[in-house]
């Protein structure tokens, strides 16, 4: 399967502190992408990231891709109380998005 | 511009009954896919709509299917439901590559009792 795997299922964290959650996947790939999931409500894009793109950018997100080991991680540098989200990865090929079964983020007060 | 609407937002069915979800993507936008969510299984991808035609579709049984109107608005249809189809459905739109950013509507949550 494609499926990409998050690592770790669960992080608890205090606000202010560095959060890093891990992506991997199986086959090769078009591009990566992440998603944040409130409560049970839709998923939010937050960012992609191609194939021959090693790092990228956006806010105090940033995304790095290892293609030769297929994996890639998160990080969200001074974490909010607004953070507290599941966070997914999402993977390209076979002309579909397969996700992950996330990261479950928990910002402490 | 507005962004993905889907209707109804709650819904409850009974067992061998059908239900037809809605999904109106953001103007302009003419993929549309339907995703699966449970506790269990995860995000599970149902099918891909492009111009009114079925690009891919995930592994489901042919209980679920879909379609999408010459506006790019997408029904999806669930017959013969079954206690294991209790799930939130989301429904998500993107510009035309399948593979791009996707902008998800905020879900239907159906209970199958």
């Known amino acids: 399967s494609q499926q990409g795997e998050e690592d770790p299922q669960a992080l608890s964290i205090q606000e202010g502190e560095n959060a890093t959650m891990n992506c991997s996947y199986k086959t090769s790939i078009n591009n990566l992408q992440w998603y944040r999931q409130n409560s049970g409500r839709g998923l939010v894009h937050l960012i992609l990231?191609?194939?021959?793109?090693r790092e990228k950018h956006s806010g105090r997100l940033r995304v790095t891709l290892d293609t030769s080991k297929k994996s890639s991680s998160l990080l969200i540098t001074a974490s909010r109380a607004a953070d507290t989200a599941s966070y997914f990865c999402?993977?390209?090929?076979?002309?579909?998005?397969?996700f992950g079964q996330g990261t479950r983020l928990t910002i402490n007060p | 511009k507005a962004g993905v609407t889907q209707t109804p937002r709650y819904l409850i069915k009974t067992r061998g009954q059908q239900v037809t979800l809605s999904c109106s993507p953001i103007?302009?936008?003419?993929?549309v896919s339907w995703y699966q969510q449970t506790p269990g299984q995860g995000l599970q991808f149902l099918f891909e709509y492009f111009s009114e035609t079925q690009r891919n579709k995930g592994n489901f049984p042919g209980r679920f299917s879909g379609r999408q109107f010459s506006n790019s608005r997408s029904e999806m249809n669930v017959s013969t439901l079954e206690l294991g189809d209790s799930a939130l459905y989301l429904c998500a739109s993107s510009l035309a590559v399948w593979d791009g950013e996707q902008y998800f509507g905020p879900g239907t949550r159906l209970t199958v009792t």
């Open positions: 990231i191609r194939s021959n793109e």
């Open positions: 999402a993977t390209s090929g076979a002309q579909k998005l397969v």
């Open positions: 103007s302009g936008h003419r993929s």
